[in-house]
């Protein structure tokens, strides 16, 4: 199989469900970004992301003395400061994607983590023995929930060909091969429109 390349490096908050929690995160990530030179210039300022975290801190304070609404109050100021680390995150982001060599360790540097990178595997043709003796796997890339696919094998380096039975899915299995042998396959998409070219064949020493 193939793989594709990764996605950009992208920051990630992952913030804490606890209020105590979320304001020591959000303490964090501001020191991380006071005097770093890789962010001259916030959005938002770090003085506003810093007074949302203070009004949170007093309103924690309000809702621990049950005060009536004070609950309420709190929820409002904690919803305030993850918009202002929401928006914060995306300056960084819009740093990290003008230096990608660096990416990485600009995120890091703002005290936010590293989202994980994904790798895509994108399936290619291929051939592979099957569970029981004389028999074979063949894996193809999907052509759609629509398509259908023909396959055909070769015992003479691919200078004939025989049909096999079509499938829905883009594989198959066949079995009872005489082990020893070599067999090239090769398989084509059938779309809306038609059937698509041959497949480059694929070969396999049958065990």
Avoid: C
Avoid at 35 to 62: K, R, Y
Avoid at 131 to 144: N, T
Wanted: proline share 5%; net charge positive; glycine share 6%.
């Amino acid at each position: 199989m193939t793989t594709t390349n990764t996605h950009r490096t992208t920051a990630a908050l992952k913030l804490p469900t606890a209020i105590a929690a979320l304001i020591s995160t959000a303490r964090t990530i501001v020191q991380s970004m006071t005097g770093n030179g890789s962010f001259p210039a916030p959005e938002p300022a770090l003085a506003t992301v810093t007074a949302a975290i203070n009004d949170l801190e007093t309103a924690e304070v309000s809702a621990r003395g049950r005060t009536k609404g004070a609950v309420a109050a709190r929820n409002q100021k904690r919803a305030a400061l993850v918009t202002l680390l929401d928006e914060l995150k995306a300056y960084v982001q819009k740093v990290a994607d003008g230096d990608p060599t660096h990416a990485p360790a600009v995120i890091e540097s703002a005290g936010m983590n590293l989202r994980k990178a994904v790798v895509r595997v994108k399936r290619v043709f291929a051939a592979k023995a099957g569970a029981v003796s004389g028999a074979v796997e063949l894996l193809a890339p999907s052509a759609g929930h629509r398509a259908s696919y023909e396959w055909e094998y070769s015992t003479d380096g691919g200078k004939t060909w025989q049909l096999m039975p079509a499938t829905l899915q883009a594989k198959t299995t066949t079995a009872g091969l005489p082990v020893g042998s070599t067999y090239a396959f090769r398989y084509r998409p059938v779309v809306r429109t038609g059937a698509l070219d041959w497949s480059e064949p694929v070969s396999i020493l049958i065990k």
